[in-house]
Structure formats: C-alpha cells, structure tokens
T-cell receptor, first 115, second 112 residues
C-alpha cells in the first residue's frame, strides 16, 4: 500500500478563518512533508518532519503551523491567510535517513482558495 | 543552493512520436525520482534511479541516471495521449536532513 490520504480535497476560507489540513499514511514512513504548489509550477517544500520532530522549515510564514501528532498523521493549521496563499497543498511521506532507495509518495492534495 | 533544470519546459507532439526530457544539475544527488502529475492531483511516482549510469524501463518509458548522479533523462517511445501531463524530476539530497529538490517541470501534451 503506497497511499497517502489528504482531507479535505477542496477548502475555501476567508482571511480571518482558522482551518486545518490533514494528511495520513500507513506505510510506516517516519518522514513527512508539506509542499505548496502554484499553478503550472513545481511543488515548493514548506516543512519536513523526521521521527515526529520538525527538521526543516523553509522560512514559511507563521500563519502556517505544522503539527505531527504521531508517526501516521500530519496536520497543517492555517490562520489569517492571504489570497496569495491559494494553491494546491501536497503532503508526502518517505522513510527518513540516508538510504538512497528511500522513495517519496504524495497524497492527492488539498486545493485551497483564500477569499 | 541546489537546482534542477528541466528541458524542454513545454512539449506538444503528435501521437506516435518519440521524445526526451532532460533533468540537469551541477549538484550530486543520492537518487533521482520521476513523477507525472495531472492537473489538480498529486504527483505520481514513476521510477527511482539510484546508481550512476542506471537505466530503468517502464513500458514505453526509459529513464537514465547520469554517471555522476547529477543529471537524468526520460525517453518516451511512441507517445500516446494518455502520456499527457506534467513531468517532474526530484533529486534526493546526499546529506544533512534529507529532502527532495524538484526540477522546473516539463509540460507534455500528446495530440491524437
């Protein structure tokens, strides 16, 4: 099973709302990732969790707050977003560490629209 | 800063034609992955190449990793409309907190 699930599939929120994106995997992966993808661009890395600890924050604004409550779940809490934050948000997972055969698998994404 | 440049950026071809997409960097990667992405969906992993010079085939798709593990190519034989999509290469870093560096993407359209 190489499935990563994300909910919701679509989300529309106002600039004053608070919402959360959820991601789940049951592949036993201990590295999980959040990416942001704008139309016709490649995914941009936002955060990396390794063994449930935040290991990379690519200078993401504090209105995005990640959380990894356990080894299978990854959340992205959203607050006071701007219209330019509208994008496809992708979750991915992989085995962590130096093994060159580690592969990264993506979920289907959450299409976020900020009004 | 590690960068992966893909070429061409866009490609529109007729069904049955062959094509090659390139993924180039000045940095060494521990492995390289190729994905295909449909609009509004997540990238789907096609292949992972690990060893310098490695060639992998997936039906009509042939993937090669450069000898120095800095570049890769994807060759499609007899393209079909179902091959249409965004092709992304992603290199896995060699040290530190491992992460994946994405290429700039190649948008392929195959016309029937």
């Amino acid at each position: 099973d190489t499935e990563v699930t994300q909910t919701p599939k679509h989300l529309v929120m106002g600039m004053t709302n608070k919402k959360s994106l959820k991601c789940e995997q049951h592949m036993g992966h201990r590295a999980m990732y959040w990416y942001k993808q704008k139309a016709k661009k490649p995914p941009e890395l936002m955060f990396v969790y390794s063994y449930e600890k935040l290991s990379i924050n690519e200078s993401v604004p504090s209105r995005f707050s990640p959380e990894c409550p356990n080894s299978s779940l990854l959340n992205l809490h959203l607050h006071a977003l701007q219209p330019e934050d509208s994008a496809l948000y992708l979750c991915a997972s992989s085995h962590p560490g130096r093994d060159r055969y580690n592969e990264q698998f993506f979920g289907p994404g959450t299409r976020l629209t900020v009004l | 800063t590690q960068l992966l440049e893909q070429s061409p950026q866009f490609l529109s071809i007729q069904e049955g034609e062959n094509l090659t997409v390139y993924c180039n960097s000045s940095s060494v990667f521990s492995s390289l992955q190729w994905y295909r992405q449909e609009p509004g969906e997540g990238p789907v992993l096609l292949v992972t190449v690990v060893t310098g010079g490695e060639v992998k085939k997936l039906k009509r798709l042939t993937f090669q990793f450069g000898d120095a593990r800095k570049d890769s190519s994807l060759h499609i034989t007899a393209a079909q409309p179902g091959d249409t999509g965004l092709y992304l290469c992603a290199g896995r870093t060699t040290s530190g907190t491992y992460k994946y560096i994405f290429g700039t993407g190649t948008r392929l359209k195959v016309l029937a």
